[in-house]
């Protein structure tokens, strides 16, 4: 078991910068404790000046990130990418409101986006200000839409 001990942040957050970093989560689609790998490249983005890390896979296609599902903004909607993540709440909650699609998403086609965001319970929709030194649309109509959206959903009493 894993715990972590902090005040809840205030929603919604700052957007993040984000470095690409080549790696691949074992089993990404199980949610397991063995986080080192993804620690790891969280670290190395942050040495090199990013926020985090937006994982890229040997066929160079973006995953997700290390504690959180990314989304994109494209024309004809929000694109999530296809690739063995782990499926996150927030993601489905959001899938539902709305046009969603899900494609491989290449580092370069991510940086070409309209936006980017990352999605986790603790985040919310969190704004990707920037793919590597890419400048990305963190005040994009929709993404504000997605960021209200999931605002809205009214939390459950513990």
Same mark, same amino acid.
């Given at each position: 078991?894993?715990?972590?001990?902090?005040?809840?942040?205030?929603?919604?957050?700052?957007?993040?910068?984000? =470095? %690409?970093?080549?790696? +691949?989560?074992?089993?990404a689609t199980v949610k397991h404790a063995g986080l080192f790998g993804a620690l790891y490249a969280r670290r190395t983005a942050l040495l090199d000046g990013a926020d985090d890390a937006l994982f890229i896979g040997p066929d160079d296609r973006v995953s997700e990130g290390g504690t959180w599902n990314v989304?994109?903004?494209?024309?004809?909607?929000?694109?999530?990418? =296809?690739?063995?993540?782990?499926?996150?709440? /927030?993601?489905?909650?959001?899938?539902? !409101?709305?046009? $969603? !699609? /899900?494609?491989?998403?290449?580092?370069?086609?991510?940086?070409?986006?309209?936006?980017?965001?990352? /999605?986790?319970?603790?985040?919310?929709?969190?704004?990707?200000? %920037?793919?590597?030194?890419?400048?990305?649309? /963190?005040? $994009?109509?929709?993404?504000?839409?997605?960021?209200? %959206?999931?605002?809205?959903?009214?939390? +459950?009493?513990?």
């Amino acid at each position: 078991m894993l715990v972590t001990v902090r005040p809840a942040a205030d929603l919604p957050m700052p957007p993040l910068r984000v =470095k %690409s970093v080549r790696y +691949e989560r074992d089993m990404a689609t199980v949610k397991h404790a063995g986080l080192f790998g993804a620690l790891y490249a969280r670290r190395t983005a942050l040495l090199d000046g990013a926020d985090d890390a937006l994982f890229i896979g040997p066929d160079d296609r973006v995953s997700e990130g290390g504690t959180w599902n990314v989304g994109f903004i494209g024309e004809n909607g929000v694109v999530w990418p =296809k690739a063995d993540v782990l499926p996150g709440v /927030t993601m489905a909650l959001l899938q539902q !409101s709305g046009h $969603h !699609s /899900t494609a491989p998403v290449t580092l370069a086609e991510a940086q070409g986006m309209q936006a980017a965001f990352a /999605t986790n319970t603790t985040i919310g929709v969190r704004a990707l200000s %920037s793919i590597d030194d890419v400048p990305m649309a /963190t005040e $994009h109509p929709l993404l504000i839409q997605l960021r209200d %959206s999931y605002l809205a959903i009214p939390g +459950e009493r513990l």
